[in-house]
């Protein structure tokens, strides 16, 4: 059967690193307060030349080298974003163009922090079903640009960046043993819409919106939502937690991370966090942990890992691939 592989792998981050110091004076909070309850110590931020497109632009270039491809042997751009250059076109259409890209077709996908799992899934189907045999799947975000700067609630968690994948068409015998996309668990629910949107939009306000969050709402769902999705995958693909060797989950709080790890029996060595460095960057905060991973050497080919999301919507979902 055919499997969607991973070939290469890419990030990109802003140039401007702002500490959690550096809020102490814009909003009433402390880098104690942030460290305790998120973990986040530190995140990106995009100057004014930096956008989704630059970003996931050079996330795809270095995902591209890593692969030893050019633009010219890719098929498809998935883009997973909450923050396009425009409303449209597409800002996967964009980078497309920024690649020198002229062939082949691009679009985005919105499914805010959980975009980046639903665009794998969405790749794995377009390899799988034949309509193209490379795909980039970025996952790239400007959070900084629709937040409210006056809201200590949510202005202190979000970061900018971007992760790009090479997915390519490969052989597989339909075993957990193959390598590439393994199984997937995707969920949706917009009865939660209220407990994390954007207050704006070209069809309501006709303005872009800041984010608003009930951030104790979201937490308290998180983890039994989180762990759902996860078990579903594991059931599909016939593993258990033991089977793993690494678990990427959403970057959006530590906490978060550990209680869901704790309840799915998940050792704490195999988890990837990164949220201390970059902050919640939405659809691109799992590319750019599992970026931080490959990188340093931690996942190798052949590892079993286990992509884990949740957003607003909600939406959730997890994806269990073979390096
Ligand atoms: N500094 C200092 N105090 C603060 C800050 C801050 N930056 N922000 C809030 N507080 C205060 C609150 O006002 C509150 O004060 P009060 O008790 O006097 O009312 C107190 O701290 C506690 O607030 P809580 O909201 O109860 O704090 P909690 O422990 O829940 O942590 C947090 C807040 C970090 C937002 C947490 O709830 C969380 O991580 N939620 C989930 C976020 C998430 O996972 N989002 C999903 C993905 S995001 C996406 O899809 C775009």
């Known amino acids: ?44 931020i995009a100057s004014d030349d930096e956008t989704t497109a630059s970003l996931g632009e050079a996330a795809a270039r270095a995902a591209l080298a890593d692969a030893g491809l050019t633009p010219a042997d890719i098929d498809l751009i998935v883009l997973a974003t909450s923050t396009p250059n425009n409303t ?37 189907l377009y390899i799988r079903g034949g309509l193209a045999k490379r795909v980039l799947v970025i996952g790239a975000e400007t959070f900084s640009r629709i937040l409210d700067w006056s809201d200590r609630s949510t202005c202190v968690l979000f970061g900018d960046g971007a992760g790009a994948l090479v997915l390519e068409a490969g052989e597989g015998n339909g075993s957990v043993d193959d390598r590439g996309v393994l199984a997937m668990s995707l969920r949706s629910d917009g009865v939660h819409k209220d407990k994390l949107f954007v207050d704006g939009g070209p069809s309501t306000t006709g303005t872009v919106g800041h984010l ?31 089977d793993l060797d690494w678990f990427v989950p959403h970057q959006a709080n530590k906490r978060i991370i550990d209680a869901s790890a704790k309840k799915l029996g998940i050792a704490e060595q195999k988890v990837v966090v990164t949220v201390d460095l970059h902050g919640n960057t939405s659809a691109a905060s799992v590319p750019l942990a599992l970026s931080v991973a490959v990188a340093d050497g931690r996942i190798k080919k052949g590892d079993l ?12 979902g997890a994806v269990l691939v073979r390096w």
């Open 88 to 124: 449209f076109p597409a800002t996967a259409v964009e980078i497309q163009n920024r690649l020198g890209m002229h062939h082949g077709f691009a679009f985005d996908m919105q499914a805010v922090c959980s975009g980046f799992v639903y665009a794998v899934t969405t790749a794995d």
């Open 1 to 44: 059967m055919i499997r969607s592989v991973v070939r290469g792998m890419g990030a990109a981050l802003p140039r401007r690193i702002m500490k959690n110091a550096d809020f102490e004076g814009m909003v009433e909070t402390s880098d104690e307060w942030i460290v305790q309850r998120t973990g986040i110590r530190q995140r990106h």
């Open 212 to 242: 608003r969050m009930e951030g104790r709402e979201v937490f308290k769902h998180a983890v039994g939502m989180i762990t759902d999705v996860i078990e579903a995958t594991f059931a599909q693909a016939g593993i258990t937690a033991d």
């Open 305 to 316: 890992v286990l992509l884990e999301a949740m957003g607003g919507g909600f939406t959730w």
